[in-house]
């Protein structure tokens, strides 16, 4: 566990980064942490079509809360966020059509964050991402 | 006292089982209006609690209430719906058509029904569908879209029949809703999307490039309409999303709710509504460029030569199907005026949603609105504040008009149909 979090405060430089490129309307958190940056950049990138509390949209975007596609395979995962969806996804029945777009343009830091903010809310307890997985996927390409 | 209240309500709830009212004829209104409200005078009943995931629907000259379903349900995908003993409840449920869609009218002697790729018709005896025919194809092979994928139909009373081919995209970006990601200038979209497509209504499999490009610039109409009395096409806009989540330095979450305007369109023959490259900013009461094409929010530029709205609404409320009204069962006031159906939002988070209700918008006989539009039928989310469309109780989402002057109204949630009736 400490190992995990010096890991994550090895990230820092990426964090400092990327805070240069992306808008950022309520700079709060100073200190290092992948649970407040993961959530500015769900706010900022993801919240319009999963919505606030996870749970998306009935038949068009997809719910991040309680299933396979979030708490499951990481690199599916991961590369979902990287390149986006095109085919429509069925969850408990219900079919999700809105194509998901690439979000290559966020850092290694920034998805590592948000996946990690997203696999441990919306009642969701998975292990964290790190930038290096999302790295490995990403040279995948 | 609330115990006590609420004991009694249940103590009371068998007697009036045991008791057993005698079989209705008359329509006999819930008095909670079947989970609505409406204006003074008016009074809805459950046609139906649920048929699957409605959308469009259409009543027959003999009262038959067909529903298109945008999901199969045991394989099929229009339901017909009758009330033989006009209780105002369905009493027979039958269902046909083994294709998924939305858009459903009837005009010439036949019912229309469409799928996302395609249009097809069955004909009608002595008023009743024949649902045994074989459906005719009347326009066929459209190519399969993932977004914006409803095609919407309108008839007009000289053999035309109107489509709606939503542009498979919010904004025309190279790539669809990427951050960053540049405007395709031209949009080659608007070539096979983002506009009403006008065809034969008599001719059998026709394809896209059968028909001509009526109207252009029309990002998604869900809703689309033959107003049979001005004699035009009227549809409502889809306008686009995520001005916020796309263009952050421009746009607050406030003004990315509330932007742009769902458009009322009156639809003439080559009419340029501007989408991609503009839209409706309802507080300044003018198109304005798009960000995608340079525009901050007021520049105007191109955008001043582009067809205009008859009416704006708060953006997002996700107009799904609209009606003029020509019965004589509702006061004068509403006689040819326009319902419009609110499926309701989800691009206004994180701020609260909006839509899920039933407007109306007077009309004068110049074929445009004669005052500001008003609620007409509300309570279908269920609660007073909606933060996710999953918890909205229903949606409405089609709108028809029986041969008696009642006004049906679907949910896509569960299906439900309601009858809205006036008076007694």
New interface residues.
Partial sequence: MKFLFFSMLSGCGWFWLSLVAM?I?NPQSQIRNPIDSGKVVY???C???H???G???????PPLAKTDWVLGDKTRLIGVVLN?L?D?VEIGGE?Y???M???D?LTDQQVADVLTYVRSHFGNQAPPVKPEEVKSVRGKK | MKKVTLLGAVLSLPLLALAGDPPARKPVPPADNAGITLPNGFAATVLSDGVGKARHAVVAPNGDVYVKLNQLADGKGIVRLRDANGDGKADATTAFGTFKGTGLAIANGYLYASSDTSVYRYPLKNGVVDETAQPETIVTGLTFQRAHAAKSIALDDAGKLYVNFGAPSNACQERDRVKGSPAQNPCPLLEDYGGIWQFDANRKNQRQSDGTRYATGIRNAVALEWNPVAKQLYALQHGRDMLATLFPELFNNEQSAELPAEEFLLVKKGADFGWPYCYYDQQRKQKVLAPEYGGDGKKTDRCASKEQPIMAFPGHWAPNDLLFYTGNQFPARYRNGAFICFHGSWNRAPLKQGGYFVAFVPFGKDGKPSGPYEPFAEGFAGGPEIMNPGDAVARPVGLAQGPDGSLYITDSVKGKVWKVRYGK
Avoid: E, I, K, S
Wanted: hydrophobic letters at 20%; proline letters at 17%.
């Fill in positions: 808008p309307r706010d900022t990138y919240l319009a079509c919505q606030a509390d749970r998306g949209v009935p038949g068009q975007n986006g095109n429509p079919t059509d809105n194509p777009p690439a979000h343009f």
